[in-house]
């Protein structure tokens, strides 16, 4: 057992069968086909040579799937991380060259410790509370900004590197008038036949077969006279290792966009290993995932790999290829090292339009439309958090964009707790079965006591949420002049000290006007706080009860016998 805990590949791996390795091959080639041109449009949109991204589809996948807690979960690299990437090293060098490669490979460690240093503290949990519509807002915006940084490729204009959003528009409207005809009808070409293959042949590798389709057309203009660039041929080897900068100065120059990457690159893993494990009925350990990912940085960096996470797309058809354990993802990667030194020339013959064409596709397929308008529609805090990560990923730093979006997430999230349900109930007295239940009055008007008001609190009582509880207990007290409250904790869910504190002050407040706080039903693990940090003792133990009858009982005897003499409400059974 704590063998499984360190090689967590342990407790599948006796689950791997004759059935199950054949299912998972059959997965993993498909696997292996379709990240074929990923890799090399993924690399291009990094700013890196095609074959990083080949790599990075070798290494961090097998690493991942051994360390990791899916089984259905495909790492390697995807889109958002490529373009974090190229935003964040490009303003220190220049695409492409030897430092650009080395700086990468750097972010990709300091990535990788800061999620294997998420997942050993065990902070998994935290991804909860951060929402899906911060990733669906920022692959829009990345989206956008990938169509805007291929564009070039796609009309066979001049665009300086480094321009902004609006900047690199610009430049394109004012040299419409002198797009490369060639180069747009390569690029027009592949987008068209990938999207027929997509249509009428959707089992076929169609952003394969649309990068053939675009190269055999380069073949038939001569690329030199017609301008039409190429990618020029991948290597056809394995992974050669590497050595990510360790200098202070680099690792302190790249630091912050290296937490951004490994930020996003949890978020997305976990939400797509979950996403995926809803269909499967696995179990996810958010913990486990983290150090999966972090360990398949780490070790990518020292294998010429840019940092990866997991791939929606890659482990959805994973999915339903039928793959039974992570050995598919091993097999896939097998696979592809295989197909890459065999194939690896060809790619001398590949055009640079062709492959603006299939990142147009990718770029699309990012931008979650149905999401999109469920959110503008039915959630206004939802839809806040969407526009401004949307927007801040075009027009700020994407690092920035990220941590905007996350932390308004939270703003949001801990606003959501810090005001609390608080609703008063009242008695609803069953004359056929004989019993009395409490009711919320807002559902169904019941007759209530004018002495003592119950309420529920249906969150927690800590620091954020106590403001809120305590101005409803002055409602009641000052509008409604009643100094007697039961506190019904059924729901209440957690303690803090604040909340305790603030709780015996109101009690002592109400105490002086005659009347006290009271609870009943508070859940263990909130009364076992309140034991511990004398919350019970500075109240009084006659003040906590197990039962909403007993507590009654018990406050009724104490209530103001005059006003019991002429009231009319009759609310409790002792009234009678």
């Known amino acids: 057992m704590l063998l499984a805990r360190f090689f967590p590949f342990l407790s599948w791996f006796r689950l791997v069968t004759k059935d199950t390795i054949k299912a998972d091959l059959i997965a993993g080639f498909t696997g292996a086909v379709i990240v074929l041109p990923q890799g090399v449009a993924f690399a291009a949109i990094a700013g890196l040579p095609p074959e990083y991204g080949l790599y990075t589809a070798m290494i961090t996948p097998i690493v991942a799937a051994l360390f990791g807690s899916s089984r259905h979960l495909i790492s390697g690299p995807t889109t958002a991380i490529s373009i974090v990437l190229f935003t964040t090293v490009s303003q220190h060098a220049e695409p492409g060259s030897p430092e650009f490669i080395s700086l990468v490979l750097t972010v990709t460690f300091l990535a990788g410790v800061y999620q294997l240093g998420f997942g050993l503290a065990r902070l998994g949990s935290l991804v909860n509370f951060v929402s899906h519509t911060v990733i669906i807002g920022f692959t829009a915006g990345a989206a956008l900004l990938i169509v805007t940084s291929q564009i070039k490729h796609v009309l066979g204009v001049e665009v300086p590197r480094g321009e902004s959003f609006i900047h690199t528009w610009g430049d394109v409207f004012s040299q419409l008038g002198s797009i490369n005809e060639y180069v747009f009808f390569i690029a027009t070409a592949t987008l068209i036949v990938a999207l027929m293959m997509k249509r009428y042949l959707p089992r076929l590798p169609n952003l394969l077969i649309a990068l053939v389709a675009g190269s055999f057309l380069a073949l038939m203009f001569n690329t030199q006279e017609t301008g039409i660039m190429l990618v020029g041929e991948i290597p056809a080897h394995l992974p050669p290792l590497s050595m990510p900068d360790f200098s202070f100065a680099t690792i302190k120059q790249l630091a912050p966009g290296a937490f951004a990457v490994a930020l996003l690159g949890l978020i997305e893993a976990v939400s797509i290993s979950r996403a995926v494990a809803a269909k499967s009925n696995q179990r996810i350990d958010s913990n486990q995932e983290f150090v999966g990912q972090g360990l398949s940085n780490i070790v990518g960096s020292f294998f010429s790999s840019y940092a990866g996470s997991g791939s929606f797309t890659r482990s959805g058809i994973n999915y339903t290829a039928g793959a039974k354990t992570p050995m598919s993802a091993i097999f896939a990667a097998v696979m592809l090292m295989l197909i890459v030194v065999l194939i690896a020339p060809l790619t001398a013959y590949l055009p640079v339009a062709a492959m603006g064409g299939v990142i147009l596709i990718v770029a699309y397929n990012l931008i979650e ?158 009364y076992e706080f309140a034991a511990r940090t004398c919350f019970i003792s500075h109240i009084g133990n006659h003040h906590f009860f197990d039962s909403k009858k007993e507590a009654i009982s018990a406050i009724y005897h104490i209530l103001d016998r005059d006003i019991c003499q002429t009231c009319q409400q009759l609310a409790f059974r002792e009234c009678n």
């Open 369 to 526: 439309f149905k999401h999109i308008r469920l959110i503008l529609k039915n959630s206004k805090s939802e839809s806040s958090i969407l526009i401004t990560t949307f927007l801040a990923t075009l027009f700020l730093d994407l690092e920035f964009a990220i941590y905007m979006g996350v932390l308004l997430s939270l703003v949001l999230f801990l606003a959501k707790t810090s005001t609390p349900n608080i609703p008063t109930l009242g008695i609803d007295f069953d004359e056929v079965e004989n019993k009395r239940t409490l009711v919320n009055i807002q559902k169904k008007p019941v007759k209530q006591c004018p002495q003592l008001k119950i309420i529920r609190v249906d969150m927690s009582v800590y620091f954020g949420s106590l403001n809120h509880i305590q101005n409803r207990i002055h409602k009641i007290s000052e509008n409604e002049r009643i100094y007697t409250i039961l506190i019904i904790g059924s729901r209440m869910n957690f303690l803090d000290l604040s909340g305790a504190e603030m709780l015996v002050q109101e009690h002592r407040r109400l105490k002086k006007l005659g009347g006290g706080l009271y609870f009943c039903d508070l859940n263990g693990e909130v």
